[in-house]
Structures are given as C-alpha cells and as structure tokens.
C-alpha cells in the first residue's frame, strides 16, 4: 500500500486526476468510478480537462436499490452530472435501483467479468466500508444487496432532504471483485475518516472492516489529507507538497 498524503482538497484531487489522466493515456480501458463528496473535485478536473474517454468503459461500484436512475440523489444521476455529461465513455455500467435484483446481479457480475477493471477509485465510510460492503460482508463476495449500517445511514443522509429518506439497502460490487482491479486509488480527505483510515493500514486484516483487506492487494494507493491521515506514523506516509502536484 502506498500512503500520499496531501494539504487536503484541491491537492489531493489533482493528484488523483493525473493518475487517472495517465492510465487513460498509457492504455487503461476500464475505469471503476465511485460516488461520493471525496471524488468531486477529481470528477470536476476530469470535466475540465481534455481527457478523452469515448472509446473507453465505465463501472459504478454501486446503486441504491429504490431510487429511479433520474432522482436526484440516484449515483447514476450523480455521475451524470459529475462526469458523464460532458465526459462521455463507449459504455457506462452503473446497477440498475429499480432493477429485479437476481437479474441486476447477474448482469453485473458478467459485465465485471467481461471488463476487468485497470483503475478503480475508491472512497471509504466511516466504519471501514468500500463501495457498500458493510462491516462483516465476506471478502469472496461479488455483485450483492448490501443493507446499509446505521452510520452509513446518517452520513450519507448529509445528501438528503432528511434521514428517512435514504434508502437502507443497495446493489453494490463485491470485496472480491474490487479486489481484482488492476490498480485502486483510495481518497479520504476528511477527518472524521481518519480512525477508517488508520484501521485500513494498520489493523488486522478482517471483515470488520472490510478496507483493511487493500493491504493485500498489488498496487493500491491511498490519497489522503493531513486530516484523514492524522492517526498514521511519520514513517509510513509520503507527504506530497502542493509544488510537487
Ligand atoms: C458512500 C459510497 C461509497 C463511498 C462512501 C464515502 O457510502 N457508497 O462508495 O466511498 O460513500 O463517501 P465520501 O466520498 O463522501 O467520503
């Protein structure tokens, strides 16, 4: 595992940006995106810049079961509006909320298999979840419903009108699958991810949290702000400063 840590937000966006802006270029196909405040600000360099995506594929990591493709607080509406819109790909494959669920799993477990993924980024929850696997979801899992936790619940409801309003389950990729991309990015810029992050690097390795099984994967990066990393030792982190971005 790699550990950049950054000042925060724009830096540590722009350095994801080039990440994804050199793997495009140097023959990445497949690009796994996730929702999220974190990857915002990627997403907005992504807009802005002359990367060009139209003869490359797009996967979600996950879709909230409920919500029609064009509600507001949809990902697909999300990423729409972040990054589709003006950044088309060939093909993007987010799970479809409204779909029949034996259907949408299948489907996307096939279209994962079709399209292994060379970059995928990642945010994290604050009790360790990656995509929507939630503390206790197996690391063999593959395309699932995952039922949301409490406090998945109440920070993601910061995007709601009200708390009841966010849906308490959804379709999300499985640990094993995002255990196959090729590369992973992870960016965690606020503090209050930071107990997250220590326990990803630094604790064992269990389901519990089920970030903490990165420490095995090949060629994962972690982009994080001084904040998130707060609980990290000196010696395991790489601080990059705002000229060397
Ligand atoms: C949601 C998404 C995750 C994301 C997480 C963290 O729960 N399903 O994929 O990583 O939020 O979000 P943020 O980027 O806002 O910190």
Do not use: W
């Not at 925060?8 to 196909?29: H, M, Q, T």
């Not at 980024?121 to 593959?142: M, Q």
């Not at 379709?171 to 606020?190: E, N, P, V």
Request: aromatic share 10%; proline share 5%; glycine share 6%.
């Amino acid at each position: 595992m790699k550990i950049l840590v950054t000042e925060g937000n724009p830096s540590g966006s722009k350095l994801a940006y080039k990440i994804i802006r050199d793997v495009n270029e140097n023959g990445g196909k497949v690009f796994g995106f996730a929702t999220g405040i974190a990857p915002e600000e990627t997403y907005r360099l992504l807009r802005e810049s002359d990367v060009d995506f139209t003869d490359k594929i797009s996967i979600n990591l996950d879709e909230y079961i409920g919500l029609s493709n064009d509600h507001n607080q949809s990902y697909h509406y999300f990423m729409n509006r972040h990054l589709f819109n003006e950044k088309p790909f060939k093909k993007s494959y987010l799970p479809d909320g409204m779909g029949d669920p034996e259907e949408v799993i299948r489907e996307y477990d096939e279209i994962l298999e079709e399209n292994p993924i060379d970059l995928q980024i990642l945010g994290i929850g604050v009790d360790g979840h990656i995509a929507f696997n939630e503390p206790g979801t197996s690391f063999d899992s593959t395309t699932h419903i995952s039922y949301l936790d409490e406090s998945t619940i109440k920070f993601n409801s910061q995007l709601f009108n009200s708390i009841d309003e966010v849906p308490r389950s959804a379709f999300t990729m499985g640990i094993k699958s995002i255990m196959d991309c090729k590369k992973i990015i992870l960016l965690a810029f606020y503090e209050s991810k930071a107990q997250a992050i220590y326990d990803t690097v630094l604790g064992p390795i269990t389901e519990d949290v089920p970030a903490s099984i990165l420490q095995k994967h090949p060629d994962t990066t972690l982009i994080l702000s001084k904040k998130s990393a707060k609980l990290l030792p000196e010696n395991i982190i790489t601080y990059v400063s705002d000229e060397e971005i």
